[in-house]
């Protein structure tokens, strides 16, 4: 018999390790940097094997979804994730780090390519969606953690290696809670190929739903990766800005199954885009304390989106399968690598442009970042475009089929 609340919790534990691995790395960069001489150049190529992995796996992931089955995909997943940080400690330097994230990025990838639909197939309806925004609540939940506990080992001078050695916690805890379970059988009988899958993947719906995602997930993580450069002259600390936004995404996931049911998933995306679009202009004019109110806003908004999305494709195009969904969120993590750059260089112009106009110091940086999310709030504003004519789309979808 398939226990479905143990299921759920190992789930959990899984994207903690994601969470943990996304912190920890990030919190022990400058000691990494310090430790083996390297350039931030090179910091960023070890950070960019975090995302490369996570696409890959939860893509290949949804192709043998239904293949291997969502036991086989979590064992793969623990297998990467201990090699990857027993790796990372003993790397011995660069080329060491750059193969240890890319396994620890594969395992993460894993864990949402096998959780998302397995969850989807043990719940039904309203449970359904209150538990996918449950477990996606533990991705900023395991941030807020893994970030206070890097700064605190951080502070007491424990070391880089004991804080990796702490993402083997949670993946210890999710492989013993999978351990011997059974796990659902997909619900359609239906789906039964990759035919199935592909056919439902290029309706219009599932198109449209892609290029939706490619810009909610932007939306997410591209003010937020950037928090402490942009933001580090606002006369706010960043890296509190960061654990607000996070610990509001995680309580606000907790309860988005009620906000779900009463909203619709349409009614929720849309009033996300229109909150993250507020969220995000009061960042680019607020200084002082008003940009913790911007953070409330942006977080609001955007904690609704990576569940939803994914909730959106396993209840209103079903037939595209585990495929479907993994499709869905390697689409965000790619379309946020892609960004970075780009944002990257919207920061350097922002500079010139404000350097021209004889702005130094702290004011050149304060100026510039508000500049640059200027630009980041077309990426919320053409969602409220899009997102209405989902609303009006499934609208329409339910008058006609009823």
């Given at each position: ?20 691995s ?10 990494l940097?310090?430790a083996?001489d390297?350039?931030g150049?090179?910091l960023?190529f070890?950070?960019s094997?975090?995302?490369l992995g ?27 994730h201990?090699?990857?940080?027993i790796?990372t ?5 660069y080329?060491?780090l ?45 941030i ?9 080992m ?25 351990l ?6 997909p619900k ?10 592909f ?18 997930a ?11 450069l942009?933001?580090s ?5 960043p890296m509190v ?26 009614g ?7 909150l993250?679009?507020?969220g995000?202009y009061?960042?680019?004019?607020q ?13 609001l908004?955007?904690c609704?989106?990576w569940?939803?999305m994914i909730?959106?494709?396993a209840q ?5 399968g585990?495929l ?23 920061i350097d ?8 106009n004889?702005l130094?110091?702290d004011?050149?940086?304060l ?25 009006f ?10």
């Amino acid at each position: 018999m398939t226990n479905t609340r143990r299921l759920f919790y190992g789930s959990c534990f899984a994207l903690i390790t994601t969470a943990f691995s996304f912190s920890i790395r990030a919190g022990i960069l400058p000691q990494l940097g310090e430790a083996f001489d390297l350039s931030g150049q090179q910091l960023g190529f070890i950070n960019s094997m975090w995302f490369l992995g996570f696409p890959i796996s939860m893509i290949l992931g949804g192709l043998f979804y239904h293949t291997v089955g969502p036991k086989r995909i979590m064992q793969f997943a623990f297998l990467t994730h201990t090699l990857g940080i027993i790796l990372t400690i003993y790397s011995g330097g660069y080329v060491g780090l750059l193969v240890s994230t890319l396994l620890i990025g594969i395992g993460n990838g894993c864990t949402e390519a096998a959780c998302n639909p397995m969850i989807a197939d043990a719940y039904e309806g309203k449970q359904m969606n209150t538990l996918l925004n449950r477990f996606h609540m533990w991705f900023p939940g395991g941030i807020v953690i893994g970030s206070l506990v890097s700064k605190f080992m951080t502070d007491l001078d424990m070391g880089w290696q004991a804080q990796i050695w702490i993402i083997l916690i949670p993946t210890l805890v999710y492989f013993f809670l999978f351990l011997g379970q059974e796990f659902p059988k997909p619900k359609m009988e239906e789906i039964k190929s990759l035919g199935e899958n592909f056919k439902a993947m290029l309706s219009p719906m599932y198109l449209f739903i892609l290029a939706c995602m490619a810009l909610t997930a932007i939306s997410e993580f591209g003010p937020q990766q950037w928090t402490s450069l942009i933001l580090s002259s606002s006369g706010a600390q960043p890296m509190v800005i960061l654990a607000l936004i996070t610990g509001l995404m995680a309580i606000g996931r907790y309860f988005g199954g009620d906000i779900v049911h009463r909203f619709d998933q349409t009614g929720v995306l849309l009033g996300s885009a229109v909150l993250t679009a507020i969220g995000i202009y009061l960042f680019s004019t607020q200084t002082g304390q008003m940009v913790y109110v911007a953070a409330i806003f942006f977080a609001l908004g955007v904690c609704y989106f990576w569940p939803n999305m994914i909730g959106f494709v396993a209840q209103k195009i079903p037939l595209s399968g585990a495929l479907g969904m993994s499709i869905i969120g390697g689409m965000g993590m790619f379309s946020t690598s892609i960004f970075q750059a780009i944002i990257g260089g919207w920061i350097d112009t922002s500079r010139a442009d404000q350097a021209a106009n004889g702005l130094v110091g702290d004011a050149l940086e304060l100026a510039a970042g508000q500049q640059t999310l200027t630009y980041m709030i077309s990426f919320p504003a053409i969602l409220i475009v899009l997102f209405t004519i989902l609303y009006f789309w499934q609208r329409g979808t339910k008058a006609a089929t009823a």
